[in-house]
Structures are given as C-alpha cells and as structure tokens.
C-alpha cells in the first residue's frame, strides 16, 4: 500500500523554502534547510535556518484560526464562502480540502527535527555566551505548538515524527508511533520540561535576531512563548485526564508568562485602556446614547507592548504570496481585478449573538450601582445589540453603502483586520490561566480573573482566605502580583471590606468581564450567590476557630468576632469569610445562632463548596471566552476542553449541544467524538 507519509515527509532534503514575505525578514538569504547533515556549523546557515522555519509557519496560519473557530458555535459561514469552507463548518472535510493538508505541517516539524539535530549551540559570540541555544529553545516550542494544532484538528492516530526525515525509508509511515491528543501532550511536556519557566530563571530570553523587518513584525512577538505553549500543553492534558497537579502546572506556566512576558516587557495586563463602556450620564439618565469604546486597541498585532503577545507575520499586500486571508473571508472587501464587492463570507451567529446580548451592564457611578435595562434602549439599538456586552459592537460592524449604483451591505469583523495572525495575546492567556486555576480547585482566584481583576491584596483577601490546608495555602503563595504594578479594581480596607479606589489612583488589572459589561465588581448578579450557599449548608467556608470566637449583635444583627474586637479590631480572615456568607441567609437570636454553628459543624465537618463553584466557573469561563475571543480561531479548544470536564461531571453530549445551537442538523453527526476531528486519508486522524 502507498505510504502517503512519503511526500508528506520529505520537504526537508535538499529543498529550498519559500521566502515570499517580503515584510517580515532580511531578504539576504535564501533561507534554506539542507539535508546534508553536517551543514549547520556556521551562525549564518543557522540563522537562515531559523528564520526559514518561521517562515513556513505562514502556510498554516489562516487555516489555524479557520480550523479553529469554523468548528465551533460562534460563526455562520455565509453562503458566498467556498466550498472547502463550508466543508469545515459542516464537519464534512474530504481529502481533498484544501485545509485538510497534514503536509504543510510536517515539513514544519521535519525542519524543526533538523534543527535541532543538526544547529551547532556551542558557537560563542565576542562576550563568550553561547549564540543558538535560545534559537534551540524556540524551535523546540514551536515544534510542539505545531503539534499540539495537529492533536487538535485530527484528534488522534497522528505519526509522532521526532528526528528529521531524509529519506523513503526514514519517511515510512509504519516506522512512526501514532499518538491522540494526550499522546501529544505527554511527549511535549517531556521535551519542554528541562527548559526552564522564566519565574525560575529570569535571566533566561527569546531569540531577538535583527534580521527581521521590523516595519511589519516586532520580533520579540514572532516567536511561541515557551511559557505559554507549555501552559497549554498541561491545561490540555488536565482537562483530559482530570489531573488537579496537571491544571496546577499549566496556572503556574501561565502566570510566569504574565510576569515576564517573555524577557521585553515586563508584565503583561489587561489594562482599562481596552474595554467599551457606556458614559456615566448614560447610564444614570437610561439614555443610552454615547458609548466609549478603546477595545479595539487590543487587536493591534504588529509591535510590542500592546495585548498581542506571539504571532505569524504575513505578507502585507493580497497579490503577495502568504497575504492574511482572513481579512478578506470576516469582511467584506473588493475584488483586486475588477473592483466589485465580495461579501464577507462569515458572520456572528446566533449563540454568538445570544452570548452577548443576555449579559447585564452594571455601573458604578457616584457611589451608586446601575444596571442597563431593556427599557434605556430603543427598537433600533435593540436590533443592533446594544443591550448587554459592548465588545460585539466593538468587534463588528454592519452599514448600508452605495456600490456601483447599487445599495450593499458591507460587514466586517474588526478585530481580524490585522496584517499578522494572532497566536496569543493577554486577554485570552488571563482566561487559559482562569480556566487552569479553576480545575486546580481555586474557583476563587478564576472569579477574580473575570471580575475585580488580580492583585495581592485580591489573592490575599479572596484566595487565600478559601484555602483550608497548607498545600493549597504553599501553591497559592507562588502566584505574585505587586500592587505597584497590578493593580486591580478593587482595594480592601483595614477591615476587610471591599472598597473602591479614589479616581487618582491608577489601575492596572480589570476584570475581564469590565471589557464590555461595565463594573462587574458591584454586579451582584453576575455570580450566583447560591453558589456559595446552597439549601443544604454545604457551601460555607471554613468555620474559624470557636476558641478565638464570641458573638456580638450589630445593628440589630448577630456576628461572630474575635474576641480582641473591641481592643484592636483585628479581623480574623476566616471570621471575615464567615460574616460574608453565613449572615447573608440566616438572622437568629445570639444563643441560637452559636448552638447552631456549633451543631452544623460538628455534624457535616469541613464543607464542600468547591465542585459546585467549579462548576459555575467553568459556565461563567466559558462564556467569557465567547465573549472575549470570539472569532480569533480558539474556540473550537475550548469547547472540547470543556467537553471533557462536563463529560466527567456526567453530562454528556456538551459539544454537540453547543455547536448544534449554531445549526440543529449536526446534533446527531457530533455525537460521535471521532466526527469532530478531521481524517486525511486513512492515515492520519480519527477513523470515519
């Protein structure tokens, strides 16, 4: 039988690769990897080697973000969109798809395999510091970030091809051991493993060659961040195993990211210079009429120091050879020949749509919370989904105009509108970090990701409070975010109460859900307060210690307080968590109200609030990430990642209930797992 594995393999030897993008790098060479094994021994070969791999990154990056989010529930393909598109949201790819192509990718892997076997890292420069062994590093990461895209658009029985291919019979497929996601995950977190995270070693740096253009790409951005491709390689593993210690390695991968980001700046935040917000007499008038939006800042892809954190540069003109297609399929645009208008081939779907317009805008404005009501809007703006979440209506525009006499409709999707394909950036590593706090068991601290935004005082006050043993208290007191420099939203007095900053006071960490749904920390609906409190008494925190305890009435009201209260009014954390939940559902007398804390403990024992608040969390996750990352080619992951979890929760059929929201017809195809994933000819995917 022909072993299609062959011609798959075999781009490596002795080829030249493709230097189409004529912004991103030096033009000066000629970028080749050579199969003759001896060749890479002088930094010249080896940067045009490096280089060359980046290059051919360019030949997946649009079918990254099509594979990506075409599979999920937030895009409908339009019916102007081709074939092979339409293939994709159908879950109907044949082999003869032109995203359906496994081979562009292996010839990435099969460079990289020759990199690393063959680039010399004992050169030395002028200061006597090794040159390549960063360049190693990053090929290393990149490897398993093209790896990781493979486990995720053929699910399984994918050849794991670690040294180069440089011959037939190298190349035969049998000699291969077949891996599914997990086998993915397992081999790369190996590989990676003796790589150090930049919290460990904050002397360790990326590559920053100046042999790129920096007019198209910064090249601090250009590469896959070790940290974060680590972070997704257990975040993906502990979702499909259930491993707590996994999911607590991905948070810790994630959050050295966001300390360091990457050696050239130093921390990464979601700022308030990114969100869009109705003015405050809006809000306080119910006229909606003037909002304020920056959101789109966030989007910028092509220098430092904005959101975008690891791309892949692309050419930036349509008639050269690796343009950024997207920008032409999310809007609508004209033709170079003729000048007639294409439609947009997508646009948001209904659950997209749904996602956004179902969220509640609180403000907080003059010591005052408002809630936008359907009442403060008017048909018109109610059809242009103004009620709830603001960052659709940053992200997507829809207008009439007037095209050869004729009256169209022109949409775009804006924050695809880039040069460059987005790989990473801040608000969706936040969330990946979100989504590994919570299945570590810190439900607390992923709340805090999407409402106040994260600081010390936050995990001291929020997280740190809900740990009942001193290895949750060790593992959270690795996480370091300086006031100084994260500040979040919300600050806590002497007291332990919340407060909010004076107006001088800069802050530099909001929640995500404050990017479009105004100031969440004052929304008391966002988060079911239940969720902490259940009928059944099994959502209380920890019950402080009752020796340091004795009970006062204020106002009226029964609290326990610690017995120095009138002295120095130092609070205990525990007796603070404690106040905030236990006298929210219970108003008893003095006596009655201790007998029967000391009976409910004494019976049940330390509560068990966490797999309830996990399971809200991951609801609230994963509608922040519709939210928030829509269309940018991620949703696809994370609806299978929270497939897996609510699998072993014991609802089943997660997946093909939330795309089938998006078309009825796939609910019975997608029940099957193996129809999720893409096959390429028998050899290499899922079995159909």
């Not at 001896?38 to 990056?61: E, F, M, P, R, W």
């Not at 519709?626 to 992951?637: H, P, V």
Request: aromatic share 12%; proline share 3%.
């Amino acid at each position: 039988m022909k072993k299609y594995i062959f011609p798959l393999l075999m781009a490596l030897a002795g080829a030249a690769l493709t230097t189409a993008c004529s912004d991103m790098l030096d033009k000066g060479n000629e970028n080749v990897v050579y199969g003759d094994k001896n060749h890479l021994v002088n930094a010249g070969d080896t940067v045009n080697s490096y280089t060359g791999i980046l290059y051919q990154l360019q030949k997946i990056a649009v079918r990254t973000n099509l594979l990506g989010e075409l599979r999920g529930d937030l895009v409908n393909v339009r019916e102007n969109a081709n074939a092979d598109i339409k293939e994709i949201a159908n879950f109907a790819c044949d082999d003869d798809n032109v995203y359906n192509d496994p081979r562009d990718y292996y010839a990435i892997i099969n460079n990289c395999n020759f990199f690393l076997a063959h680039a010399d890292d004992s050169l030395k420069n002028n200061q006597n510091r090794y040159i390549f062994k960063h360049e190693k590093d990053a090929v290393r990461a990149i490897r398993a970030w093209v790896y990781l895209q493979l486990g995720q658009i053929y699910g399984g029985n994918i050849p794991l091809v670690t040294d180069p291919i440089l011959s037939e019979l190298d190349a035969s497929l049998d000699k291969h051991q077949k891996v599914d996601l997990q086998g993915i995950c397992d081999y790369f977190i190996n590989d990676l493993a003796a790589l150090p995270l930049q919290i460990n070693n904050p002397n360790y740096s990326y590559p920053r060659h100046t042999t790129y253009d920096k007019g198209s790409a910064n090249p601090y951005i250009c590469v896959v961040p070790l940290d974060l491709i680590r972070g997704d390689l257990y975040l993906w593993r502990a979702s499909i195993t259930g491993s707590e210690a996994d999911a607590r390695q991905a948070a810790l991968s994630y959050y050295s990211f966001i300390f360091w980001n990457q050696g050239y700046k130093p921390y990464s935040r979601t700022t308030t210079g990114y969100r869009s917000t109705w003015g405050d007499d809006a809000v306080k008038q119910g006229t909606m009429n003037m909002r304020q939006t920056s959101y789109m800042g966030a989007f910028n892809n092509t220098s430092q120091g904005r959101e975008v954190l690891s791309i892949i540069p692309m050419d930036s003109m349509a008639a050269d050879g690796q343009y950024n297609l997207l920008r032409k399929l999310y809007a609508s645009s004209y033709d170079d020949a003729s000048g007639e208008l294409i439609e947009s081939s997508f646009e948001p779907s209904t659950p997209c749509w749904d996602y956004s317009d179902s969220q509640e805008y609180c403000a907080y404005v003059g010591s005052q919370v408002y809630y936008v009501e359907e009442g403060s809007f008017t048909d018109e703006q109610l059809s242009q989904h103004l009620m709830g979440d603001l960052r659709m209506d940053a992200n997507f525009e829809e207008r009439n105009q007037t095209v050869n006499l004729q009256n169209r409709v022109i949409s775009s999707i804006r924050k695809i509108d880039q040069t460059n394909v987005t790989l990473y950036r801040t608000g969706q590593v936040y969330l990946r970090l979100a989504e590994a706090l919570n299945m570590a068991g810190f439900p607390k601290f992923a709340l805090a990701i999407l409402t106040t935004g994260v600081d010390d005082n936050i995990i001291k006050h929020d997280v740190l409070s809900q740990c009942n043993n001193a290895t949750d208290s060790a593992y959270i007191q690795q996480f370091s975010f300086p006031v100084e420099l994260f500040r979040a939203s919300i600050n806590y007095d002497s007291y332990g109460n919340k407060v909010s900053y004076t107006n001088d006071v800069n802050i530099y960490n909001i929640g995500l859900h404050s990017r479009g749904c105004g100031d969440t920390p004052y929304n008391e609906r966002y988060y079911p307060i239940s969720t902490d409190a259940p009928a059944d008494s099994t959502g209380y925190p920890v019950y402080p210690d009752t020796s340091m305890v004795q009970y006062i009435a204020i106002s009226g009201e029964t609290y326990p307080v610690r017995e120095d209260f009138d002295t120095n009014r130092a609070f205990n954390i525990a007796v603070d968590t404690f106040n905030q939940h236990y006298a929210r559902w219970f108003t008893i007398e003095l006596n009655n109200y201790s007998i029967a804390c000391d009976e409910w403990y004494a019976t049940i024992g330390v509560p068990q609030v966490k797999p309830v608040q996990i399971a809200v969390l991951d609801s609230l996750i994963d509608v922040e990430q519709a939210l928030e990352t829509c269309f940018e080619g991620y949703r696809f992951g994370d609806l299978v990642r929270a497939s897996y979890r609510a699998e072993r929760r014991g609802k089943s059929g997660y997946f093909a209930n939330k795309v089938s929201q998006r078309d009825a017809t796939l609910t019975g195809l997608l029940s099957n797992r193996n129809k999720w994933f893409l096959n390429w000819k028998n050899q290499i995917g899922m079995s159909k």
